[in-house]
Each structure stands twice: as structure tokens, then as C-alpha cells.
């Protein structure tokens, strides 16, 4: 987050933050925080701290649930071969892996697949289809995609293959012909939740699968567990930025408890090369360590070793797989920073016209980092941004946006100068040939430009203002019960007052690490791109700052991350 020199503090209801804090026995601030949150009442809150499985959306209405559901069980008790495949990043690599998983403990033949970033790409086509044919599949269930692959479905039809897609991406009509599309995006799906990651939707298939082999009392009541998956669901939907309320919140609230205290060998494995010390695992943990050496698979090599790892059940193996992610990983490093470098001036050469959107290509950009790239400029320069790195006469294409502007509608607006497209909102991917690329950044723009565009940096308000004698662990564990954190339910940022600066430093080439005495002991705080501040610290500061477990100090005493520039604060 880009600093800032100044922060308010949000105002609310007085009496109901006092209400609710008594009422819950909670302190005054988190009370504060749970109200700006909306749950104004001790039943709503208790509900909100206390996500509950009982409480996920009933499956009712979701659109060919239960006939994918019957076509599946049909091939597990006709020992039919079912084919699965999944898309090459985190969250259709988890897909997958569920799947596959659950198909095995219930004595299914299987043969998974993942999409190779740079042979068939992002998507279902024609060529996996023949793969999995070639071995005997009848059945294959698409996961993370399938939704707009009508060339493969068509393929799978004149092969005989039955198609079942488990997916969550925007829908464009027609659906393919296939046995079974589930995707609350589909106009005619009544399930209400539309904000799933495909690995929540590839839980309830899963469910209603061993639902459909009990009515036909081939598996007994309750003998395979779908929850036994959770800490997959949580992977996969923290990865993919969904966000975390309603049954995103229920799933991974018990998917991160699942990793924390029984964790499959490849997450061991995959948590010990990450060095993750907490004996509690957030969503940070996956988002900033789990989930980049998973994504590190597709990006620079083959997802397959991240589905390996996800599957396997030996620990030996499962160290093997996670060494060969961390290499991966360091390799990917190195090739985003270079194409980061290039990319970034030549945007800084574009807005020298203050377009309204960043759109940069390059010749041998690497097609697995462009979207970390793509992030990068656009959360630096606070406007959506779009990436294409050229290998050919064909230029494969990111784009990211931070709520500024719908980047699927812009590119479908703009889909006759792209080869395919998509997405979401807020990230999507394109084709683009080399002939027909200034059209296309001709036309993407003139569409921004049409489009109400957010562009100034909303003023940073905090959900309270403490005073340094408040950070404790009694603070710490109620803020762990507000988690998990991420999209649609933020980190709350509290004002704390009265912090004297022990001692300040860079570290990590650009950031701040600061010692911070509280009346009861000390605090460390870190400081993103704020280094430069380490010479001009006053004695006595207050910050902007969320506030987590300190892992290098045991985890059980709070840690600071802030969100601006300390503060000067004149001693009373």
C-alpha cells in the first residue's frame, strides 16, 4: 500500500459500539470494527465469529448440479474412466485436485490433466480431449474452465465423450453442449451465490457425488468426507481473490483450521520451504507464500508438479516436489523482475499523456509473470493496467484493475480485435496478434475513456484509534476471530497513539523495520517502500497500522504492518 502523510478515524455509533461490546464482552475496539462491518447486533456477530459449515447456502437451485452429480456416480459404478482437468493456476490446480481425490477414495479410475500455459493454454481444447479419450476416458469433468470451449465440447461429442464443467467465469451464450455446466454465472442458476472460486463449487459437486452413490447404496452413509478437502477450498478461493464472505468465509475460516492442525504432506512440505513459523496459518500465508510457489509451476514450467505435490501422500515426495517449487519460484523472480523493469518505463513513457489506462507490450516477455506484472503497474500507478508479451505473431495478453473498471466487459466490448479473451473484473487474460495489437490499444482505451473510471486514492480512514497500551494478545486473539482476511472483508487499521521509536532501519533494500516501545513491553512494526523514512524518525510517533501475530516472536504478541508514514505525536 502506497504511503500516505495523513489518516482519519471512521466515525460510528457510539452507543451501539458500547452496546455490542458489553454485550459480546469484547473490547470497545474491535466492537468498532465489527459495527463498521455492518453486524450492528450481538446475533449477526456471533454468527460472523463463529463461521459455521450448517451455515454454507443449500445447494438448491444451482443449475445441473444433480445431473452432473448422476452422470458421475453412473461412471464410478459402471467403472467407467473419468478424465479430469483443470486450469494451470491455484485455483484449477486445486479443482483438480479435489476432484481427483475425491474420485479416488471412492474407487473411481481416473486420469487428471492440467492446462499447460505454453502448449494449449488457458482453457479446454481439442488436444486434451483427445488425450484423455486416448486413455479410455468416457466422462471428463472440467474444472476452473470450460464455460465458452465449444470447440472442444464439440470435439468430445464426436468422440462420445461426455463433458461435465465445474466452473465460476463469466458466461458467454451459448453454453456449450454438454452433459452438465455448473456455473452460478449462467443466467438460468438460480444458486445465489455468484462469488465462488471453482474450488468451492468443485466442494459441493463433490458432495452432491457421494450424495448420488449413497441414494444408489454403492458407499456407505458418511463413508468418504468432502470436508477432509477444505484446506484445498481455501487455497484455491484465497488464491483467486474471492471474497471472503458468506460461504467463501464459512470454507476457508475451516479450511485454514485444517492446515493448521492437520496439513496434507505436500503442505508440510510446501509450509517448511515457505518458512512459515506460525502455528496458526492466514490468508497472508497463502497469498504471499503457498499460493506463489504454486502459481510458480504454471507460470515458469508444468502445474503438474504443483498437482503432484497437492496429491501425494508420501513425505519424501512431498519434499522433493516442494525443493522443485522453491527453485521454480526463485526462477520466476528473476524473470519478472527483468520484464517489471522494462514494463515500467515504458509506462512511465506512456503517461507522459495521462491516458486512462496503461497498456505496455514487449517482445519475449515471459507469458507466465505478466500478470504479477500487470498487478505491479497497477497498483503503482493507481490505474488498470494491461500487459502483452509477443512471442510471434501472436501476443498473449494480462490485464488487472483495482476496481476502477470492468476489465471482461472491456475486452469484450473490444472483442473483435482479440483472438479470445477472459476473466473477471478485476483480472483477465487475452490474445492479441501482432497486426491487430494498436487496434486493440486504440480500442481498449477509447472504451476506458467512455467508462467511469475511479482514479483518485481514497483518503485513508481507520476502524479505531488505540493507544499503545492496548496492544496485547487480548486484542490480538479478537482480531484473529473477525479473520480470514482478503477480498470483501479487509484488515481492520487502527490509529495507535503513543509509540516510542527504539529503533529504526532499512531492510530488504527498500523497506522500514522499526522497534516500538509500548508501556508494556515493545512492538516491531513494518513499513512497505517506506525505508527512506529511517533517518527522519521522530521519538515518539503514532501510526496507521494492522495489527497480526508477531511469528518471529512466537506468534502470540501482536506485530504492526504499516499503512503510512509514522507520525510525529507531542508528548502530553
Given at each position: 500500500m502506497l504511503a500516505r502523510a495523513t489518516w482519519s478515524v471512521a466515525e460510528v455509533d457510539t452507543a451501539q459500539t458500547e452496546s455490542l461490546a458489553r454485550d459480546l464482552k469484547i473490547s470497545n475496539p474491535v466492537a468498532r470494527c465489527l459495527v463498521l462491518r455492518g453486524l450492528r447486533d450481538a446475533p449477526s456477530v456471533r454468527s460472523f465469529l463463529d463461521p459455521r459449515l450448517a451455515d454454507l447456502s443449500r445447494p438448491d437451485g444451482m443449475a445441473d448440479l444433480e445431473v452432473a452429480a448422476?452422470?458421475?456416480?453412473?461412471?464410478?459404478?459402471?467403472?467407467?474412466?473419468?478424465?479430469?482437468?483443470?486450469?494451470?493456476?491455484?485455483?484449477?490446480?486445486?479443482?483438480?485436485?479435489?476432484?481427483?481425490?475425491?474420485?479416488?477414495?471412492?474407487?473411481?479410475?481416473?486420469?487428471?490433466?492440467?492446462?499447460?500455459?505454453?502448449?494449449?493454454?488457458?482453457g479446454l481444447g481439442a488436444e486434451v480431449i483427445d488425450r484423455l479419450?486416448?486413455?479410455?476416458?468416457?466422462?471428463?469433468?472440467?474444472?476452473?474452465?470450460?464455460?465458452?470451449?465449444?470447440?472442444?465440447?464439440e470435439r468430445a461429442a464426436d468422440l462420445g465423450v461426455d463433458v461435465v464443467i465445474v466452473d465460476h467465469h463469466r458466461v458467454e451464450a451459448p453454453l456449450p453442449?454438454?452433459?452438465?455446466?455448473?456455473?452460478?454465472?449462467?443466467?438460468?442458476?438460480?444458486?445465489a451465490d455468484k462469488t465462488m472460486a471453482a474450488v468451492g463449487l468443485a466442494f459441493y459437486f463433490v458432495a452432491a457425488v457421494r450424495n448420488a452413490l449413497e441414494r444408489r447404496r454403492h458407499l456407505e452413509r458418511k463413508a468418504v468426507d468432502p470436508r477432509s478437502y477444505l484446506d484445498l477450498v481455501a487455497l484455491g478461493t484465497v488464491a483467486d481473490v474471492m471474497p471472503l464472505v458468506g460461504n467463501n468465509r464459512i470454507l476457508v475460516s475451516h479450511g485454514l483450521k485444517q492446515i493448521s492442525t492437520n496439513p496434507r504432506p505436500g503442505l508440510t512440505a510446501l509450509l517448511r520451504t515457505a518458512?512459515?513459523?506460525?502455528?496458526?496459518?492466514?490468508?497472508?500465508?497463502?497469498?504471499?507464500?503457498?499460493?506463489?510457489?504454486?502459481?510458480?509451476?504454471?507460470?515458469?514450467?508444468?502445474?503438474?508438479?504443483?498437482?503432484?505435490?497437492?496429491?501425494?501422500?508420501?513425505?519424501?515426495?512431498?519434499?522433493?516436489?516442494?525443493?522443485?517449487?522453491?527453485?521454480?519460484?526463485?526462477?520466476?523472480?528473476?524473470?519478472?523482475?527483468?520484464?517489471?523493469?522494462?514494463?515500467?518505463?515504458?509506462?512511465?513513457?506512456?503517461?507522459?499523456?495521462?491516458p486512462p489506462v496503461i497498456i505496455v507490450a514487449g517482445d519475449g516477455w515471459h507469458r507466465g509473470v505478466i500478470g504479477i506484472v500487470a498487478a505491479r503497474l497497477s497498483e503503482e500507478f493507481e490505474r488498470p493496467a494491461f500487459v502483452v508479451g509477443f512471442d510471434g505473431d501472436l501476443g498473449t495478453g494480462s490485464a488487472r484493475a483495482q476496481g476502477q473498471l470492468n476489465l471482461f466487459a472491456t475486452l469484450n466490448a473490444c472483442a473483435a480485435h482479440l483472438v479470445r479473451f477472459g476473466g473477471h473484473g478485476d483480472a483477465a487474460g487475452f490474445v492479441v496478434t501482432r497486426e491487430g495489437f494498436p487496434q486493440a490499444a486504440r480500442a481498449i482505451t477509447d472504451h476506458a475513456r467512455s467508462t467511469a473510471i475511479v482514479r483518485s486514492v481514497r483518503a485513508l480512514v481507520c476502524d479505531a484509534s488505540i493507544s499503545a497500551r492496548q496492544l496485547n494478545a487480548a486484542i490480538l486473539g479478537e482480531l484473529e476471530r473477525i479473520g480470514p482476511f482478503g477480498n470483501g472483508n479487509p484488515e481492520p487499521v487502527f490509529e495507535i497513539t503513543g509509540l516510542d521509536v527504539l529503533d529504526g532501519r532499512v531492510v530488504g533494500g527498500t523497506h522500514l523495520k522499526l522497534e516500538l516501545k509500548t508501556p508494556t513491553g515493545t512492538v516491531s512494526a513494518f513499513g512497505p517502500r517506506m525505508g527512506q523514512l529511517a533517518m527522519h524518525l521522530p521519538p515518539l510517533v503514532r501510526v496507521a497500522a494492522t495489527i497480526s501475530a508477531d511469528e518471529w516472536r512466537g506468534g502470540d504478541v501482536p506485530g504492526l504492518r504499516l499503512v503510512s508514514s509514522p507520525v510525529a505525536e507531542i508528548s502530553s
Open positions: 448422476d452422470r458421475t456416480a453412473r461412471a464410478v459404478i459402471h467403472g467407467e474412466r473419468i478424465g479430469i482437468f483443470g486450469d494451470y493456476d491455484v485455483d484449477g490446480v486445486t479443482s483438480a485436485a479435489l476432484v481427483t481425490g475425491f474420485l479416488g477414495e471412492v474407487g473411481a479410475s481416473t486420469e487428471t490433466v492440467v492446462a499447460d500455459r505454453f502448449s494449449g493454454g488457458y479419450a486416448s486413455t479410455g476416458c468416457r466422462l471428463v469433468v472440467a474444472v476452473d474452465c470450460g464455460s465458452s470451449d465449444h470447440r472442444a465440447v453442449k454438454v452433459v452438465a455446466c455448473i456455473n452460478p454465472q449462467r443466467e438460468d442458476c438460480a444458486f518458512r512459515v513459523r506460525s502455528r496458526k496459518i492466514r490468508t497472508d500465508h497463502i497469498a504471499y507464500q503457498l499460493a506463489p510457489r504454486l502459481n510458480a509451476a504454471g507460470r515458469v514450467a508444468s502445474a503438474e508438479d504443483a498437482l503432484a505435490l497437492l496429491l501425494t501422500r508420501d513425505p519424501r515426495q512431498a519434499s522433493l516436489l516442494a525443493e522443485r517449487l522453491e527453485q521454480l519460484t526463485v526462477q520466476r523472480r528473476s524473470v519478472e523482475e527483468q520484464v517489471t523493469v522494462e514494463a515500467r518505463r515504458r509506462a512511465e513513457e506512456a503517461l507522459r499523456d495521462d
